[in-house]
């Protein structure tokens, strides 16, 4: 009970200090209850542009966003069975996963989700990080402006690593996923799969022994799910083959039942 209360009371620190923060929003009216309250205080993070925060704000933040996770419940890989050669699925949400690194279907700004509350991983991710991961990105982004140009965009299939922040997971891998406008093509399919291959790369070089793959592409980015379920498996069971002993697990995560039945046919 003592915890709880502590708990409404960083969320309404949060709350007022978020809305202080902002400029359109200064004059909010804050409702009474937990969850408006939740959604008020998701939302103005959502919108904040990456820029310093007050440390003992931040403090506060990372204790509640911490305190949040494990009310979610934290999930270990000793809870995650195996199916085969090192490869597992995992069905819900991402950042409850206590892995070396999770991934992020980003867009190629790199910034994460803009739009209040909405319901893509990107959002999901930033949210439960907190603001330092925006920061960080942002920090990210403008070295590589310095080397490559003022309109520089990541690259489909060119991986970014941050730190995890409050997530379980200790690492972040960001990935912009091939987006399919009229139809599947297969440069596309190729670049989902350097997607994959690429990312796992990047987990060999950084001693990153888990790694949990969201369906990259295939929610507003339209890449067929059955289709990229397969591609998934392929790459992935062909790199770990190729690279014994470099990486111990991949899960593939999983929100769609329908993405869930894919993995289970091709896995079994």
């Given at each position: 009970m003592a915890e709880k209360m502590i708990q409404e009371q960083r969320l309404d620190?949060?709350?007022e200090a978020f809305k202080a923060d902002s400029v359109q929003y200064k004059e909010?009216?804050?409702?009474?209850?937990?969850?408006?309250?939740?959604?008020?205080?998701?939302?103005?993070?959502?919108?904040?542009?990456?820029?310093?925060?007050?440390?003992?704000?931040?403090?506060?933040?990372?204790?509640?966003?911490?305190?949040?996770?494990?009310?979610?419940?934290?999930?270990?890989?000793?809870?995650?069975?195996?199916?085969?050669?090192?490869?597992s699925i995992w069905q819900g949400d991402i950042t409850r996963l206590a892995v070396d690194a999770i991934v992020n279907a980003a867009n190629s700004q790199m910034l994460g989700c803009f739009v209040p509350m909405?319901?893509?991983i990107d959002n999901?991710?930033?949210?439960?990080?907190?603001?330092?991961?925006?920061?960080?990105?942002?920090?990210?982004?403008?070295q590589f402006r310095i080397r490559y140009g003022r309109d520089y965009e990541q690259p489909t299939a060119i991986p970014m690593l941050t730190d995890g922040y409050n997530l379980p997971a200790k690492k972040i891998i960001h990935i912009v996923?091939?987006?399919?406008?009229?139809?599947?093509?297969?440069?596309l399919e190729k670049d989902l799969a350097d997607c994959y291959r690429n990312t796992l790369d990047l987990c060999?070089?950084?001693?990153?022994?888990?790694?949990?793959?969201?369906?990259?592409?295939?929610?507003?980015?339209?890449?067929?799910?059955?289709?990229?379920?397969?591609?998934?498996?392929?790459t992935v069971s062909r790199w770990l083959d190729d690279h014994t002993g470099q990486v111990d697990r991949v899960i593939f995560?999983?929100?769609?039942d329908e993405d869930k039945t894919y993995y289970e046919e091709l896995l079994q």
């Open positions: 620190t949060l709350v909010l009216q804050t409702p009474a209850d937990t969850e408006s309250k939740r959604r008020i205080l998701r939302s103005l993070m959502n919108i904040r542009m990456p820029r310093k925060m007050n440390d003992s704000l931040l403090k506060v933040q990372d204790e509640y966003l911490r305190e949040r996770i494990r009310e979610n419940g934290i999930v270990t890989l000793a809870e995650i069975p195996v199916i085969r050669n090192g490869m909405h319901t893509c999901c991710i930033h949210t439960f990080a907190g603001v330092q991961l925006r920061a960080e990105c942002n920090r990210q982004m403008n996923g091939p987006i399919v406008e009229d139809r599947l093509t297969p440069a060999a070089e950084h001693g990153l022994r888990s790694v949990a793959f969201c369906c990259i592409s295939t929610g507003v980015f339209h890449f067929p799910n059955q289709r990229a379920a397969e591609i998934a498996v392929k995560n999983v929100f769609k």
